[in-house]
T-cell receptor, first 115, second 111 residues
């Protein structure tokens, strides 16, 4: 049973370009979460999605960031017009339900570097 | 607001016990978690505890929760060099995956 799969693992972008990060949840999981980890900091919640719905986006920056989890295919975190401050590790996690079981399963992260 | 605090660094000798501490502020926390992150890797769930428990043991790991003081600790018995990693404490207050993480404690195990 494959775990949470994220790609790309590493992404380099120049200022002003777009970054697209993909996440395939664990098999049977319909809840996806995106977290951001700035260098030497803990993870900060960004957004919580179920299939075709954004449930909680209270941690998403108001501009340039968007997320989706379509009916078919992976969840996508999109960052438009990247700036140096967007350089971070972006982690996706999935769960079967609303973590009533208390468990989130994390991917290995996508590390974005903005030049 | 919600906040989770951890000490940043702990160094122990192989074979000793490690105790990593965490404090949180939100009294409505329902679940508290310990995650392990090795360099360049994702987070691995080690263990979690419900807020109505005060202790949970799982092999070499012991979690203690003092709800009155809002203090959580993770004890690793017989610490091994493979335990060297960053350990994150996290809390949640509802039935979603919106966790509040501490900044992580780097555990260094010396041979």
């Amino acid at each position: 049973n494959a775990g949470v799969m994220q790609n790309p693992r590493h992404l380099v972008r120049r200022r002003g370009q777009e970054a697209r990060l993909r996440c395939s949840p664990m098999k049977g999981h319909s809840h996806v979460y995106w977290y951001r980890q700035l260098p030497e900091e803990g993870l900060k919640f960004m957004v919580y999605l179920q299939k075709e719905n954004i449930i909680d986006e209270s941690g998403m920056p108001k501009e340039r960031f968007s997320a989706e989890f379509p009916k078919e295919g992976p969840s996508i975190l999109r960052i438009q017009q990247v700036v140096r401050g967007d350089s971070a590790a972006y982690f996706c996690a999935s769960s079967m339900a609303g973590v009533a079981t208390g468990e989130l399963f994390f991917g290995e992260g996508s590390r974005l570097t903005v030049l | 607001g919600e906040d989770v605090e951890q000490s940043l660094f702990l160094s122990v000798r192989e074979g000793d016990s490690s105790v990593i501490n965490c404090t949180y502020t939100d009294s409505s926390s329902t679940y508290l978690y310990w995650y392990k992150q090795e360099p360049g890797a994702g987070l691995q769930l080690l263990t979690y505890i419900f807020s109505n428990m005060d202790m949970k043991q799982d092999q070499r790991l012991t979690v203690l929760l003092n709800k009155k003081d809002k203090h959580l600790s993770l004890r690793i018995a017989d610490t091994q060099t493979g335990d060297s990693a960053i350990y994150f404490c996290a809390e949640s207050t509802g039935n979603t995956g919106k966790l509040i993480f501490g900044q992580g404690t780097t555990l260094q195990v010396k041979p």
